[in-house]
């Protein structure tokens, strides 16, 4: 009975907080635009029995996903976040492994120091976070004011609603996503097996590239999945920061919710958007297995 009740109780959550409202929405995905409350239908009525139900199945349809093939506005707009996404993921990874080769390399009382410093952006509020770097951004913005003072530039720069500024909100904000985990696994690295290297005729930046690398790959792995999963349904930074030429899925899908009030097609996005994530996701959790096994 105790571990029934330990296993059902994680069950009992993915239950509740994603099946459940999977389920919803794949059943929104299937209806159709209503101008009602809600604005879909049709509406499952439990009242009229099983008649009712298999009358309730009979009008759904899979017209959203057939849309969504269609108009070409919706597969740009996943191959953008998936280009953006990557690209992302790319330049998080050259910005965050320096960071936590220099964090894993650190005295050691330094380290917890440098671990507060680069959880400490979490202590406030993202929206707040991606607000101010409009402030950044804009051309009458401090990046632009410092550049000018500075003498590099004569006019300021148009960085601000552009998909560099989606760039560089997306790096900022899920760079300790990728700095964690790759830390995790450098602050492990045993010290002699790099001597041991020099010893065999390597120089420091062959040891480098043939033990810390290939030692790191795990954390490395791991940030990359962390970074990558959760940009590809990135909507408050494209929103804010990009521009209308920026297109990524997570603003469209907001887009149909909230602006055009269409949910099923919404729903059928979201769907979508759902199906590609499980790959990364199923990849993730395979590194993680892996790892684990590994340790043991």
Do not use: H
Request: glycine share 6%; with cysteine; proline share 6%.
């Amino acid at each position: 009975m105790r571990r029934f009740t330990l296993i059902a109780i994680p069950y009992f959550w993915l239950l509740a907080l994603f099946l459940v409202p999977f389920l919803i929405v794949l059943k929104i995905s299937l209806s159709d635009t209503a101008l009602a409350i809600p604005p879909y239908m049709p509406s499952l009525d439990l009242s009229e029995g099983w008649a009712g139900f298999m009358a309730f199945l009979t009008e759904l349809d899979f017209e959203n996903f057939v849309w969504l093939t269609e108009d070409d506005l919706y597969w740009k707009a996943y191959l953008s976040s998936l280009q953006i996404a990557f690209f992302s993921t790319v330049l998080t990874l050259i910005v965050g492994y320096p960071i936590a080769y220099a964090m894993a390399r650190a005295p050691e009382e330094w380290r917890p120091t440098l671990l507060m410093l680069v959880i400490l952006p979490f202590w406030t509020s993202f929206l707040i976070r991606v607000y101010s770097w409009m402030g950044i951004l804009s051309q009458e913005g401090y990046l632009n004011q410092a550049l000018m003072s500075l003498g590099l530039i004569s006019e300021p720069l148009i960085i601000l609603n552009t998909n560099i500024a989606v760039y560089i909100g997306i790096v900022y904000t899920y760079l300790p996503f990728m700095i964690l985990p790759i830390y995790a696994a450098l602050e492990k690295l045993d010290g002699s097996l790099l001597e041991a290297a020099e010893d065999l005729g390597c120089s420091r930046a062959s040891a480098f590239w043939l033990v810390t690398i290939p030692l790191s790959k795990q954390g490395i792995i791991a940030g990359c999945f962390l970074v990558f999963i959760p940009t590809i349904g990135e909507f408050v930074i494209p929103s804010l920061l990009g521009g209308s030429q920026t297109l990524m899925i997570g603003k469209v899908l907001s887009e149909e919710f909230f602006s055009n009030r269409d949910w099923p097609v919404a729903s059928a996005v979201a769907i979508i958007l759902l199906l590609i994530l499980v790959i990364p996701i199923i990849l993730f959790q395979r590194n993680e297995q892996k790892q684990r096994e590994a340790e043991k």
